[in-house]
């Protein structure tokens, strides 16, 4: 392997310079308002209850998120979403970018791809409204679908199962094709050559998979679990749309419940709180990921 | 001069007002223009929501931007995303110049002194409108949406009364001539013989998806006709009540006659369920009035009947639910007085018809004393019956509300599906809307108990 | 007969994506009553009613203009501060290079939710409430991260002996970036600007927060039909149809980089 090289290829802060625009802009930007939310966590703030002042309560608000039963109750059930999402939608992701790095078939290959970008880009609201229309239980195409198989009408949205299935299903169908964007991209790394001779070589399938092509589709597949985990902690409004959290409280994720504490009850100091555990669990997370998943390419 | 002026229009009015008699329309007009004439050229800034009302008045905004050289400048938001625009507004030294304000949140605005009493203005002639009228607002809509605490903060602007909507058709087929008049008719003698599961077709629909829907449409809805409440005199919970328990185990004895999947039909599905035919009689709010008579989003056609929502032992106490406007007090002086002309003018007699005929639904009632308005909407007599007499506390509209109504929402649909019955989901709810209330202040008499 | 396996595959992939969208084009073209008729109408009598109802109202058009101009400035912007980065953390060796590439990405964790009054705060106080350049700016803050990871593990896959004949030749970093790196790392950084661009196109919470009137976003104005008591079925399926098409355009656009263009091997 060749050894990076140091001090002679480059002067000692050219990597400074290549970097500092893209450091900067982050910070300025994105500092401020993050600490503005560390401190917050830190005060009984409601943006309704001016009068009563921001005084200082040190861990308060902390305590009260980690006692909060609703809370856990709905990390679990946000947990449990993912674990219904992911697997989905990695394999579909993956088994797509197979089938569109495939050559042959350019102009099907062209459609297909440009189709993937449909569901990402039909905007959050319309997204849960369409899975209002098609889940519906009485003029909805899930069930004219069902019925054709002989099933007989399901209360999707009505029933808390139903919606838990409703929600997971449109979000599979819009971040699909995320995964097999980026499992794409994964693919398209590995040298041509490379591939070319051991496709000759090999005529399995899965031997190709595993030994040519997965070294550059396991940091796609890291930065897919990191982004989809930090998306999904603050999936909203889709999911708002479609149920408003309910019915009881069977599609409440932790974004539907911190929107309520943050924008309808306004109490700023707990919804800071809760954000700011939510931040450490996802750091956890992502380096969990990174540890099991990353291989560096080199 | 000026003095004289006054005085002469006052002569002017007076003489109007004597001979007001039969005519709807009053006889003498606000000069505007020369209210509005030290403001000119101010703009006033405002949340809209789009809605039919709203519509409305955006249609006679070019009169009086013409009148009076004030500009409004209106935005256009999801109601779900309202509260949380002006409250960061407020909060961020924002530059709302009026509030539209729901009627639950006037508590909270008026005690965190975001918007200004209007007898600030009241008694300053020069911008106050002398046809202003106070008593030509109906009583329940001034006090419901535009007071607190004895003080009135804004003119009621769009307002709704819920209504008994029923297929005229599926009736009398069933054979009833006349809608139900109680409750209790509805759910043991209409309900059974107009449901049919296997033709899909069902007696009643009660809109119950969680979030405000089930809060006010669903839950309040079943609890004051049957004499219950949320709270009792001292603020505490009063859901364990005998009336109120009535209430909820009347909503889980009508989830047979009602669609299945009811849990999570939003105003939309309730609305679509009757005008597809689908459901024979839904309560709802009058603004669906357009909807259901319009043929290209419903089939009702001419088996559409209006009526007042049906009676309990207590009394016909109707869902009550609307909006006013308001000054916004962290506005300039001078733009608040601008502000003031605009509400008054938006909500006066002089455009009530105008208003009226573009799609909106005025709170004065003189304007629905005129045979021409009555007979072309039917919903307006209905409506009327409707605010002679109602809860102005249909839903407390003190600060605590939003949280308390997450709650209610919350187990109020759980009881719906059968998670925790009726007992121990209104025990759930009362510990928990004390815990809230208790931290508020109102159980330590220092916080005076208004809802 | 792969071939046709293969076809096959394709077009399931097309029609999973594809269905629930025609779905929502199919109800721009129907009537209320249609749309939600029991059971679900397929053949329809179609009407425009809606598409007249969208573009009377010019809110729509103008939300559309608002949004790509957000978008393409923010994708922009972020694609020129985060391809040097990018490249900086794949080829070059310094202390707390790991936690840097980890700090990007994390920027994209916490939630809008409560960073909303603070960014609220700033940008009334700098008077660039209702701008676009506000809204360009906080995109930029989550679109960057995406850039810097997708195009980091791109520019490591780029073989270095290329690097190394450049570099004899006397060629300065940068000129080794932006002729070898940049246009390698193609494809790479065409996902990352569609992902950076639907992300910005599809972005609510903030545009809701920090705009008013004149630079309302395209969500903004579809959600805004959504007034609490009715919904206008066609209109907001109309709209969404129309919010859809610029980003299938730049889709379509850009795609064609997507695909390996240049063989790795040529300057062996």
């Known amino acids: ?298 | ?451 | 007969m792969r071939r046709l396996l293969h076809a096959l595959g394709l077009l399931a992939v097309f029609l999973f994506a594809v269905f629930p969208f025609y779905w929502m084009v199919s109800s721009s073209f129907k009537t209320q009553n249609d749309i939600l008729a029991s059971p679900p109408v397929w053949l329809f009598q179609p009407t425009l009613d809606n598409y007249r109802q969208v573009f009377a109202d010019e809110k729509v058009t103008r939300a559309v203009l608002s949004s790509l101009i957000v978008a393409v400035c923010s994708t922009g912007l972020s694609l020129i501060l985060a391809t040097p980065a990018a490249y900086a953390l794949a080829r070059f060796e310094f202390r707390g290079k790991a936690d840097l590439w980890f700090w990007f990405i994390s920027n994209r964790f916490i939630s809008p939710i409560v960073l909303a009054l603070p960014i609220y705060i700033i940008a009334r106080n700098l008077g660039l409430l209702d701008t676009h350049l506000v809204l360009i700016l906080i995109y930029v803050t989550f679109i960057l991260p995406i850039v810097v990871w997708i195009v980091t593990d791109f520019f490591r896959s780029i073989p270095r002996e290329l690097e190394e004949a450049a570099r004899l030749e006397g060629a300065s970093q940068f000129a080794i970036f932006w002729r070898i790196y940049l246009p390698l790392g193609m494809p790479g950084i065409a996902v990352s600007a569609i992902f950076g661009f639907i992300f910005s196109w599809n972005e609510l919470l903030y545009a809701l927060v920090l705009t008013r009137r004149d630079v309302q976003t395209a969500p903004v104005v579809a959600t805004s039909f959504m007034s609490g008591y009715e919904i206008p079925w066609g209109k907001i399926m109309a709209t969404g149809t129309v919010i859809v098409l610029p980003v299938t355009v730049f889709a379509l656009l850009v795609s064609r980089h997507m695909v390996r263009g240049l063989t790795m091997g040529a300057t062996k």
């Open chain 1, 1 to 298: 392997m060749t050894r990076p090289s140091t001090g002679l290829a480059y002067g000692r802060w050219t990597p400074f310079w290549f970097l500092a625009p893209a450091v900067l802009a982050l910070a300025l930007i994105g500092l401020y308002p993050t600490l503005f939310a560390l401190a917050t966590s830190f005060r009984q703030y409601n943006l309704t209850r001016t009068r009563d002042g921001f005084p200082f309560v040190g861990f308060d608000n902390y305590v009260t998120v980690l006692t909060d039963p609703t809370f856990w109750q709905t990390l679990g059930r946000t947990g449990l979403f993912f674990l219904c999402v992911m697997p989905v939608e990695v394999a579909l992701g993956l088994a797509a970018a197979l089938l569109l790095h495939q050559t042959g078939l350019g102009m099907l290959r062209a459609l297909a791809r440009v189709s993937l970008v449909i569901p990402l880009a039909t905007t959050y609201a319309v997204v849960g409204l369409l899975g209002r229309l098609i889940f519906n239980r009485d003029f909805g195409v899930a069930n004219a679908g069902a019925a054709a198989l002989g099933f007989g009408p399901i209360d999707w949205l009505g029933s808390p199962t139903g919606a838990f299935t409703a929600i997971a299903a449109m979000d599979v169908w819009q971040w699909t094709p995320f995964c097999a964007l980026i499992f794409l991209s994964g693919l398209s790394m590995v040298p041509v050559e490379i591939e070319e001779a051991a496709r000759l070589e090999t005529g399995s399938k899965w031997a190709l998979l595993s030994h040519v092509q997965s070294p550059y589709l396991w940091p796609g597949l890291t930065a897919m679990l990191i982004l989809r985990s930090a998306d999904v902690l603050k999936l909203f409004d889709s999911v708002f749309t479609m149920t408003r959290g309910g019915p009881g409280a069977a599609t409440e994720l932790i974004s539907i419940y911190i929107q309520r504490v943050g924008f309808r009850v306004f109490d700023m100091g707990v919804a800071s709180a809760q954000a700011l555990l939510l931040l450490v669990l996802t750091i956890v997370l992502a380096r969990l990921y990174i540890r099991f998943f990353y291989r560096e390419i080199d």
């Open chain 2, 1 to 451: 001069m000026l003095s004289l002026l006054r005085h002469v229009s006052a002569a002017a009015i007076l003489m109007a007002t004597a001979t007001f008699a039969a005519a709807p329309a009053v006889a003498e007009t606000w000069d505007i223009a020369k209210a509005a004439a030290p403001y000119k050229g101010t703009q006033l800034n405002v949340i809209f929501l789009d809605r039919p009302g709203y519509r409305a008045i955006i249609k006679l905004l070019p009169d009086f931007e013409k009148a009076t050289g004030i500009k409004v400048n209106y935005e256009i938001v999801p109601y779900e995303n309202t509260r949380q625009k002006e409250v960061l507004n407020f909060n961020g030294q924002g530059d709302l110049s009026i509030a539209l304000v729901d009627l639950v949140w006037i508590g909270e605005f008026a005690e965190n002194g975001w918007i200004a009493p209007i007898d600030k203005f009241q008694s300053d002639a020069s911008i106050t409108d002398p046809n202003l009228n106070l008593k030509g607002f109906f009583p329940l809509l001034l006090d419901a949406f535009g007071s607190w605490g004895g003080k009135v903060y804004g003119l009621p602007f769009d307002n709704y009364s819920g209504l008994l909507f029923y297929n005229k058709c599926e009736l009398k087929a069933a054979g009833f001539d006349k809608p139900p008049a109680t409750w209790a008719e509805l759910k043991d003698v209409y309900a059974p013989k107009l449901t049919d599961k296997a033709k899909n077709q069902y007696g009643y629909a009660l809109q119950s998806l969680r979030g405000e829907t089930q809060s006010a449409d669903s839950f309040m809805r079943v609890l004051w006709p049957q004499g219950g409440s949320l709270l009792d005199k001292t603020f505490h919970s009063n859901l364990m009540s005998k009336e109120s328990q009535a209430g909820l185990t009347f909503r889980q004895d009508m989830m047979k006659y009602m669609p299945p999947g009811v849990v999570s039909w939003d105003h939309a599905e309730a609305v679509n369920g009757f005008a597809q035919g689908q459901v024979a009689m839904i309560t709802e709010w009058s603004a669906f009035y357009p909807t259901l008579t319009d043929p290209k989003t419903s089939k009702i056609g001419d088996c559409l009947g209006v009526a007042p929502e049906p009676a309990g032992p207590a009394g016909r106490l109707p869902a009550l639910g609307g909006f006013s406007l308001s000054v916004a007090s962290g506005a300039p002086e001078k733009v608040q007085k601008a502000a003031w002309i605009f509400i008054q003018w938006a909500t006066s007699d002089a455009i009530a018809k105008d208003y009226v005929e573009a799609g909106g639904v005025s709170g004065r009632t003189a304007i629905y004393e005129d045979p021409a308005i009555k007979a072309k909407y039917s919903f307006v007599e209905p409506m009327v019956a409707s605010w002679q007499k109602g809860v102005p506390e249909f839903r407390p509209r003190f600060p605590a509300w939003p949280a308390i109504s997450e709650v209610v929402a919350e187990f109020g649909s759980k009881i719906m599906l059968g998670e925790v019955s009726a007992e121990q989901g209104s025990k759930e709810i009362g510990t928990r809307m004390e815990t809230i209330l208790k931290k508020e202040g109102y159980y330590d008499g220092k916080k005076p108990l208004l809802q």
